[in-house]
């Protein structure tokens, strides 16, 4: 019984650590409208959200690490973000794996 305890106490931590991990950050899919310095603007299905780029902002084309200037209007990407001093703020940027010359055909 004890056991049984134990092992469904570990399962439910470990479904939840994702959850923790996460600290209720905002996550939002979509396809990038315009990029600047200052901010990233992306359209998704729920309409067109701006975050606020930072220096601890970080970025990423699939696994390998990218920077803010690789971005570009109409590629489709993942923010990471969260709420502080009343905005939204970018905490990574993914975009997808970049494109080789044969996929676009």
């Known amino acids: 019984m004890r056991t049984e305890l134990l092992a469904l106490v570990a399962v439910a931590l470990l479904a939840m650590s994702p959850a923790l ?3 209720g950050g905002i996550d939002a899919k979509g396809v990038v409208k315009a990029v600047t310095a200052e901010r990233i ?3 998704t299905p729920k309409g067109e959200r701006s975050f606020a780029l ?3 902002t970080s970025y990423a084309r699939g696994s390998a690490p990218a920077r ?3 971005l570009r ?3 489709r990407v993942v923010v990471h973000a969260r709420e502080r001093g009343g905005r ?3 905490i990574a940027v993914r975009a997808g794996p970049a494109r080789s010359a044969d996929s676009s055909r």
């Open 73 to 75: 209007a109409g590629e």
């Open 41 to 43: 603007t992306i359209e």
């Open 88 to 90: 939204l703020e970018a």
């Open 68 to 70: 803010r200037e690789d």
């Open 21 to 23: 991990a996460h600290e």
């Open 54 to 56: 930072t220096s601890e």
